[in-house]
């Protein structure tokens, strides 16, 4: 690559990343600058890229320009099996909410071929941490050849609801769960950030709302931030929960709007609780 193609590639890559700032309404500069940094097309395979249509189906590109991977769109990593790097803007947005800052611990759970990872790679900077968690062998291996250049990323081949991070700042789940796994919410640091989408059975994905879970002085606080349609997180669904928490949907955005708190206390189910289960319940109770 001649020095004007990588000149160019890198205002291709400045002016994506402005995309996204507007497209995920990002509040942060240091989001927006990890994404002008990270080169898309490493983590997306040998061209030709193929991108998703509304359709449903997938498209490639013509030629091998890397330019053409720098847009908002989402893009094939595994035909197949409709595994997608999934659409910068929103994906940008839920990092941004993450709160993943220099010199902290991020854990990416659902990383895929390690895109986002890198994303809050660059956030948290070589002083911090990012622990990456792939359950698919296959998709592990290829984020860990991915993610070579930034060595303070440590990729794990393990079930996301079970294997114990460590202490987290933020926690990005990038899959769709009934309800959060115990070791999620037993990591979190004073002032860290739960990132997680809380679906139901959908017809092709899940769909539901992302749900961010916050460490204060009295207990756990809890708002949802975003409507999301996400694949499921193997091991973080039940059934019954599902039930439940379409239910609890179905209640409207009202109620919905007046959740405030995650509770994790033993009570009997009341007025306040919007879904309640054995070891957890979201609340309407105020906690500041």
Not at 61 to 87: C, K, M, Q, S, W
Not at 99 to 127: K, P
Request: proline content about 6%; aromatic content about 8%.
């Amino acid at each position: 690559m001649t020095q004007a193609d990588e000149t160019a590639l890198d205002e291709a890559r400045r002016f994506y990343a402005e995309e996204i700032r507007l497209a995920g309404a990002l509040e942060r500069e240091a989001v927006v600058g990890a994404f002008s940094r990270v080169p898309r097309e490493r983590f997306l395979g040998p061209p030709p890229w193929k991108i998703a249509g509304r359709d449903g189906r997938y498209r490639a590109l013509p030629g091998d320009d890397p330019r053409t991977t720098y847009h908002n769109v989402i893009f094939a990593i595994d035909e197949g099996r409709r595994l997608n790097n999934g659409e910068p803007g929103f994906v940008g947005f839920l990092i941004d909410a993450s709160g993943a800052d220099e010199g902290q611990h991020a854990v990416h759970i659902g990383c895929g071929t390690g895109y986002y990872t890198a994303v809050l790679a660059e956030l948290v900077g070589s002083s911090g941490q990012v622990t990456a968690i792939e359950l698919d062998e296959g998709l592990a291996d290829r984020a860990r050849q991915n993610l070579e250049p930034w060595p303070w990323v440590d990729v794990r081949q393990a079930d996301g609801t079970v294997f114990d991070p460590g202490a987290a700042d933020a926690i990005l789940v990038n899959a769709g769960a009934t309800h959060p796994a115990p070791v999620w919410l037993d990591r979190l640091l004073p002032g860290a950030n739960l990132i997680l989408p809380l679906t139901v059975n959908a017809p092709v994905h899940g769909g539901g709302w992302v749900l961010r879970v916050t460490p204060v002085a009295k207990g756990l606080s809890a708002r949802f931030i975003s409507p999301v349609g996400i694949y499921h997180c193997v091991g973080a669904r039940d059934d019954a929960l599902n039930r439940r928490l379409a239910d609890a949907y179905a209640r409207g955005d009202e109620a919905r709007g007046r959740v405030r708190s995650l509770r994790r206390d033993a009570h009997v189910e009341g007025d306040d609780c919007w879904l309640h289960a054995d070891d957890f319940c979201l609340s309407s109770l105020e906690l500041e």
